[in-house]
């Protein structure tokens, strides 16, 4: 029995699209005026470009992708060349999000639609993209990559986790809780 390869990543996307439904919620809001709390957007930003990107997609850029293409999966058209391609995207519109909310902090309160335009592309990318991943790009990993090259890969996140502060992935996980909460307290 092959070990699994994928499963914490499928795991991590749980908590990143559990961000991504509170930031299409507020960039929602943002968009029809009734939610001006930027301070959210940097703090999106923060888990975005630190749990989603600097962490769970460096496993897959570093790790996962690398051990595809070492394996038999071409670097340029294909699976693995459109996930990288929609990294950077997502990229893309972090900074512009984020560069709208700082502005907007700033004063300029003009920025609201460039927030919510920014933040709901993104959302929208990554949901789509997560999908494909989930459902697509690692079935295929696990049929494709032999026992052989599963050992790396594992040891490959170990070393990509070992990188990151103790209480990392709680502080996010805290996060994510504590932005659901204040949703869950406005609501009512």
């Given at each position: 029995m092959k070990r699994d390869i994928t499963?914490?990543?499928v795991a991590e996307h749980k908590l990143i699209l559990r961000?991504?439904?509170?930031?299409e919620r507020n960039a929602r809001a943002t968009a029809a005026g009734t939610f001006k709390e930027y301070r959210f957007y940097l703090d999106g930003v923060d888990f975005i470009r630190n749990y989603a990107d600097r962490y769970h997609h460096a496993k897959e850029e570093d790790v996962l992708f690398e051990s595809l293409v070492k394996n038999g999966m071409p670097r340029e058209n294909s699976p693995v060349a459109a996930m990288l391609m929609e990294h950077d995207q997502g990229r893309a519109y972090v900074?512009?999000?984020e560069e709208a909310a700082m502005a907007a902090m700033a004063g300029e309160r003009e920025r609201?639609?460039?927030i919510a335009e920014n933040a709901l592309a993104y959302v929208q990318l990554l949901k789509e993209h997560i999908s494909k991943e989930d459902t697509v790009l690692y079935?295929?990993?696990?049929?494709?990559?032999p026992e052989a090259a599963r050992d790396a890969i594992i040891a490959g996140y170990g070393a990509a986790e070992a990188r990151i502060a103790e209480g990392f992935t709680t502080r996010y996980e805290r996060l994510v809780a504590a932005c659901e909460q204040e949703a869950v307290s406005k609501a009512a």
């Open positions: 499963q914490a990543l961000m991504l439904a509170i930031l900074k512009a999000m609201d639609g460039a079935p295929l990993a696990e049929r494709l990559l």
